[in-house]
């Protein structure tokens, strides 16, 4: 059970280039997320999607993009990469159970640094 | 919206006890998450509270009181690998916001 996957685990942007952080989950999951990690500033919510086909803003959506296509992915896309956008990212999944729902589980984050 | 409050940080000493205080204000409730993040690592799931009251899980506990938007996570006989952030998250109607964490350091 891989749980999900997020790749890549580092990446070094140019500012202005594009690049797209993939986040895959293997456990039916409907809730999945996406949220950037800053010192002092705790885990952030960029992006969430509720099911295929539905997605919503988070915190901070400036500058990411966000399609769910299927349950299983849900790619996160820098569309000009900006100095301020070097942060650690997790993705993150979790399922409706009963009245609420289960526990998060996070992908192993991808650290980005954007020069 | 949601607002989360727990201390920066805190320092408890090997075989001790521990509380940690989280107090939120929030536009919905659908539960309260506790999780542990090693540096370095992604968090981990260590509690979950949607009803008032204590959960107990081995040396973890956690407590809820939702008229007064308050939770701690109780940790019992710390160990040196317990030294860690430990996050609280509120779920709204659908959106899970995180406080800023608590740094644990475990002295000998």
């Known amino acids: 059970n ?4 997020q790749t890549p685990k580092f990446q070094v942007l140019k500012t202005g280039q594009s690049m ?26 960029i992006h969430y999607s509720v099911g295929a086909g539905i997605t919503d803003q988070g915190e901070v959506p400036n500058g990411y993009n966000v399609s769910r296509s299927t349950t299983e992915d849900f790619p996160l896309r820098l569309l000009s990469a900006a100095p301020s956008q070097t942060s ?3 993705c993150a999944s979790s399922s409706p159970i009963g009245g609420g729902y289960t526990e998060a589980f996070f992908g192993q984050g991808t650290r980005l640094t954007v020069v | 919206g949601q607002n989360i409050d727990q201390p920066t940080e805190m320092t408890a000493t090997e075989g001790a006890i521990v509380q940690i205080n ?3 204000q929030t ?9 542990q993040q090693h540096a370095g690592e ?7 509270n949607v009803l008032d009251g204590l959960e107990e899980k081995g040396r973890f506990s956690s407590f809820l009181s939702r008229s007064k938007g308050y939770s701690y996570l109780l940790l019992k006989e710390l160990q040196m690998k317990d030294s860690a952030s430990y996050l609280c998250a509120v779920r709204g109607y659908q959106k899970v916001t995180f406080g800023t964490g608590t740094k644990l350091q475990v002295i000998p």
Request: charged fraction near 10%; hydrophobic fraction near 35%; glycine fraction near 10%.
């Open chain 1, 2 to 5: 891989a749980g999900v996957t």
């Open chain 1, 20 to 45: 797209t952080l993939q986040c895959a989950q293997d456990m039916n999951h409907e809730y999945m997320s996406w949220y950037r990690q800053d010192p002092g500033m705790g885990l952030r919510l």
């Open chain 1, 88 to 90: 650690v990212y997790f």
């Open chain 2, 22 to 24: 989280c107090t939120y």
């Open chain 2, 27 to 35: 536009s919905g409730f659908n539960g309260l998450f506790w999780y």
């Open chain 2, 42 to 48: 992604a968090p981990t799931f260590l509690s979950y």
